[in-house]
């Protein structure tokens, strides 16, 4: 069934709103093939078709549990020309398991899938109501929409039990088809590189363990959602410590051979998801570094500089050869002379060890690498060669002063700019064996203030004045590094970062917390900061699916939040809300909604 609804949507960029002609609801999605894999009672391997009403439409809605395993299907488009496609799914509450709705699509032909999610809706907000989710504009004359169930079978069989699956309900299919005019805005959007000013963040571990990876479609499935977006940058972790997410021959990587207990359900289908990478010989960081290349976007390697070593009960990551364990030596000392559980880059072999690895790095098809100073620092303390240099230059051992003494902290710092020093000229020194035309670009994610750096050991201006880092991020506004925070309320509080940039070449790119947001709520911060001075903007945790880029109402406006004058319009406007329309269903079956029951 295709209805058009009369309903013209406000001119904004955001979703489908840009476009004038009415919406047409594709809701016959029992018309999917093949039909085998259909069936109005629930059973396994197949979608359940249920009809289902609303004041506005019916539809026949297709569900699929946990335990599934449904089968890729293809509903016919039967469309002509560009349309702009969302999809109205059911975020019911009875995930309780914690999952969440989730489905995956593309158009047939060569690419990957995307994943669209819709988070939880608590229990006792439970009302029936279709949620609706833009997922791109394409031309899709001669396309069929391909409908797959994000899943996940054990390594150990593929029976009851063994199944990771996501709960999958699709209601409809929505398209908008666009003008002539529509059609060369939309070309003339995706070409203007001046929105293109958001850096994405993926630690390369979360796809692994919610969806056990084993193919390069997978893998390309997490860089897909960044296409035709304001993002330019993806910043993929390559590592932490010595455990690397490649193919290394210097470090670890994840794939955990031998252990049999683990903390978290997750961190096994982790190691299990890279056994069958590395068995197959497919190295992650290259898969997603040229489907970056081919999407349009930089390709960043990022590194966990403290990563070496875990407390438990995530000790699982320190198992196996590490050099933590090889080389107890290289560990630090704290105020009262105690062995630290982590290595000190007050040590030249462990920077040199760390710089040997992103050479290695250096070998991908990468723009440049990201020091990550934002998890388990510090990483400079009171090694005795450090002690021993200050109270011969200062007369005084450190270990006698107030641990917040400039004098001290600031001599401690020297040790991470010598770092950066020695890190940009193995870069360099990569740079031009490899013949590339242009440097490698070095990134640094970082504490609050210049304050809370310093006392981390980071001396942010000796590493601007002297060109060592090329982008800075500063993780939050708030300290220790409180990822639940509302980051950058005062606007403000960026000045220092901007001040220090200032007739530089480095780049200042505010990270943006907390994760889940209101788009509406990203707006007002993502408009204080350009305000302000910022000109880049980064986005921690920006995965697909499991993350931020989830095609819910918050990734509609974070896709689009570049465009700076479109923001500065919808604030001029009164703010109007940015949700993406609801349907409430009268009907589900043959239960009528509007017969309510207590408890």
Not at 219 to 244: A, K, N, Q
Not at 351 to 357: C, E, G, P, T
Not at 479 to 488: F, V
Not at 580 to 593: C, K, S
Request: proline share 7%; charged share 25%.
């Amino acid at each position: 069934m295709a209805l058009t609804s009369g309903a013209k949507p406000a001119p904004d960029g955001l979703g489908d709103r840009a476009f004038s002609r009415p919406p047409i609801y594709r809701t016959d999605l029992d018309l999917c093939t093949p039909a085998s894999a259909l069936s109005p009672d629930p059973r396994r391997r197949a979608w359940r078709t249920l009809p289902y009403s609303t004041d506005a439409f019916n539809g026949v809605m297709l569900l699929a549990g946990p335990e599934t395993a449904a089968p890729t299907i293809t509903y016919p488009l039967n469309a002509k020309g560009w349309h702009a496609v969302s999809i109205g799914v059911h975020p019911f509450w009875s995930e309780g398991e914690g999952r969440q709705v989730e489905v995956q699509l593309k158009l047939n032909g060569p690419g990957p899938f995307t994943v669209l999610a819709i988070p939880r809706v608590p229990f006792g907000n439970h009302s029936e109501v279709l949620h609706e989710m833009f997922w791109d504009v394409a031309d899709l004359t001669g396309r069929d929409l391909v409908i797959g169930q994000p899943s996940a079978g054990s390594l150990n069989g593929n029976e009851f039990g063994t199944l990771l699956g996501q709960p999958t309900r699709i209601a409809y299919v929505k398209l908008v088809p666009l003008t002539a005019v529509e059609v060369r805005a939309v070309a003339a959007d995706r070409a203007h590189a001046e929105t293109r000013r958001l850096f994405a963040h993926q630690d390369a571990h979360g796809p692994h363990s919610a969806w056990r990876l084993t193919s390069a479609d997978e893998i390309r499935r997490e860089v897909e959602p960044y296409r035709h977006t304001d993002f330019s940058r993806l910043y993929w972790e390559c590592g932490s410590g010595d455990l690397m997410n490649y193919l290394t021959a210097i470090g670890r990587t994840p794939t955990h051979d031998g252990l049999e207990d683990f903390p978290r359900q997750s961190d096994r289908v982790n190691a299990e998801s890279w056994r069958v990478l590395r068995d197959k010989g497919i190295d992650p960081l290259q898969v997603a570094a040229e489907h970056a290349r081919e999407v349009g976007i930089e390709f960043h390697a990022s590194y966990r500089v403290a990563g070496f070593y875990y407390p438990p009960p995530l000790d699982h990551f320190n198992h196996g050869n590490s050099v933590y364990k090889r080389r107890p030596e290289w560990r630090g000392y704290d105020r009262e002379g105690g062995r630290t559980p982590r290595f000190a880059y007050t040590h030249p072999e462990v920077r040199a060890y760390v710089i040997s690895l992103l050479r290695e790095v250096a070998q991908y098809p990468v723009d440049g690498v990201c020091m990550l100073y934002n998890r388990r620092l510090p990483v400079v303390e009171y090694e005795l060669q450090l002690v021993d240099g200050f109270s011969r230059a200062h007369g005084v051992d450190p270990r006698t002063l107030d641990r917040a003494d400039e004098a001290w902290l600031r001599f401690r710092s020297n040790v991470l700019t010598q770092f950066h020093r020695e890190l940009r000229a193995a870069m360099d020194e990569e740079a031009r064996t490899q013949g590339r035309g242009e440097r490698l670009q070095i990134s640094a994610v970082v504490m609050s203030s210049e304050a809370e750096n310093l006392r981390l050991g980071i001396d942010l201006k000796a590493w601007v004045d002297e060109g060592l880092v090329d982008t800075l991020i500063p993780y939050t506004s708030v300290p220790n590094l409180d990822s639940s925070a509302d980051a950058w309320a005062d606007p403000r509080s960026i000045a220092f970062f901007v001040n220090l940039a200032r007739n530089t070449q480095t780049l200042i790119a505010p990270n943006m917390l907390p994760r889940q947001v209101s788009p509406e709520h990203l707006r007002r911060r993502a408009s204080g900061l350009y305000r302000a001075g910022v000109q880049n903007l980064f986005f921690w945790d920006c995965a697909g699916g499991s993350g931020r880029a989830n095609y819910s109402d918050m990734w509609s406006a974070l896709r689009r939040l570049g465009h700076v004058k479109e923001i500065e319009t919808w604030r001029s406007e009164g703010e109007p809300v940015l949700a993406a329309p609801r349907h409430e269903m009268t009907a589900f079956g043959d239960w009528n909604l509007r017969y309510q029951t207590p408890g």
